[in-house]
């Protein structure tokens, strides 16, 4: 049974200037004590799917419009409000990128961490507060009885940080929910942060969903991934498969926009283009604009996610250790292609948006006849 399932979630915000489509239809499964990696560029839908996991989506512009998420056993999307409440911090955790928005300027550390620990569990101001020095010390904050009577804006960035790891964990949550934690920290603090939260995480068995827009962070922290794109779950496997054997181009594109891959002297190549504007509907595959292996069926329709080349037929796995390796797309690179960064098949052109005229040239395939790009594109 899985700890977390989430089942064709739907997230749209009706604004004045039109219905975002933030998250199109989304499913994953999450097992107890998993560690999960949500990635993708900027706008991509990952801290929505979290805030409507949640049950924070802004209102009254975010509603869940469609699909489920069931948690332990409980369906969140009709849990009532109080239930929802409860279960938020006590089974739930959630840090954020900016520590400042979750602590309260006016009230001391402690006031805060007692306050917390005494909301959910039954114990007295003074076990409370031993628990709170506890606490401070595991995450390795210094002098931790002066520390108690500080306020957050007298803790640096990084200690605020730990603070809120500490007070997420110290509820013993089943699962716990990072959106870019690191991402306001000073880069020499971004990896002490990401250890301890791996660390802590790992030793108390909680489940963790980390989001980040950087492939390199998860790396070493997640054993699954999940790739978005434009509010879709493009590409799923196991972390080692994701980097080993990309097999969506979006993937393969954020890849090869990282330092890290294929060594120091790699070459850094940015996905040229940008997200599609989620104002409108999606059609066809979001990310067809970009691509440099699409075929014809790309503008029309979004494909499933689907088991890669190579994957054992039967069962689809979609959570743990054995999760079978997706990808959501019409035409995948092979592993030459990915290493390379572009497909390499003899004569392949990338399919034109329907009604554009080829002879003109298209982006991606200028100056290319339809014949040859028909020829191409299958
Ligand atoms: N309050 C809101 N009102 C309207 N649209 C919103 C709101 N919050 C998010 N969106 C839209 O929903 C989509 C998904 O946004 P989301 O915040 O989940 O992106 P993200 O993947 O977390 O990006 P980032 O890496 O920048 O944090 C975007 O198109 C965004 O503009
Ligand atoms: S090949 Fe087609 S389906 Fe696959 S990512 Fe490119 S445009 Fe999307
Ligand atoms: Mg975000």
């Keep these: ?135 401070l010390e595991m995450v390795g904050i210094p002098q931790p009885e002066k520390r108690l009577k500080a306020f957050p804006h007298q803790f640096s960035g990084g200690m605020r940080q730990r603070v809120m790891i500490a007070m997420a964990l110290s509820l013993e949550p089943k699962l716990m929910i990072a959106d870019e934690p690191t991402t306001a920290l000073d880069v020499t603090i971004q990896a002490q942060v990401l250890e301890l939260l791996q660390r802590l995480t790992s030793e108390a068995g909680t489940a963790l969903i980390l989001i980040t827009h950087d492939l390199g962070v998860v790396a070493g922290m997640t054993s699954r991934i999940n790739v978005m794109y434009a509010g879709f779950i493009v590409e799923t496997a196991a972390t080692e498969a994701v980097f080993e054997r990309p097999s969506h181009p979006y ?27 989620q104002r409108h509907a999606p059609s066809g595959c979001p990310f067809a604009p970009r691509c440099a292996w699409r075929v014809e069926a790309c503008w029309r329709e979004m494909p499933s996610l689907a088991p890669v080349a190579g994957e054992p037929v039967g069962r689809v796995v979609t959570s743990g250790p054995e999760t079978t390796h997706q990808a959501a797309c019409h035409n995948p690179p092979t592993p030459e292609e990915a290493a390379g960064g572009q497909p390499l098949r003899p004569g392949f052109v990338p399919a034109p948006p329907p009604g554009s005229d080829p002879v003109a040239g298209t982006p991606g395939a200028p100056g290319m006849s339809a014949a040859a790009q028909r020829e191409g594109g299958q």
């Excluded at 890290?260 to 599609?276: F, K, Q, R, T, Y």
Aim: aromatic residues 2%; negative net charge; proline residues 7%.
């Design 1 to 135: 049974m899985p700890l977390l399932e989430v089942r064709d979630l739907v997230v749209r915000f009706r604004t004045h200037e039109g219905t975002i489509h933030a998250v199109n239809g989304i499913s994953f499964d999450l097992e107890p004590g998993e560690r999960l990696g949500l990635v993708g560029e900027s706008g991509c839908g990952k801290s929505v799917t979290n805030l409507a996991i949640l049950r924070l989506l802004p209102k009254p512009a975010g509603r869940i419009e469609g699909g489920s998420v069931r948690f332990d056993g409980m369906d969140l999307v009709s849990l009532p409000e109080s239930e929802m409440r409860d279960l938020r911090g006590k089974e739930i955790a959630m840090i954020f990128q900016d520590p400042m928005t979750s602590l309260n300027p006016v009230l001391t550390i402690e006031e805060q961490m007692v306050e917390t620990i005494r909301a959910h569990r039954g114990v007295t101001m003074a076990e409370a507060r031993t628990r709170a020095l506890e606490l």
């Design 251 to 277: 993937t393969v594109g954020l890849l090869h926009s990282i330092p890290h891959v294929g060594g120091e002297d790699a070459e850094l190549i940015p996905i040229e283009g940008v997200p599609p504007d």
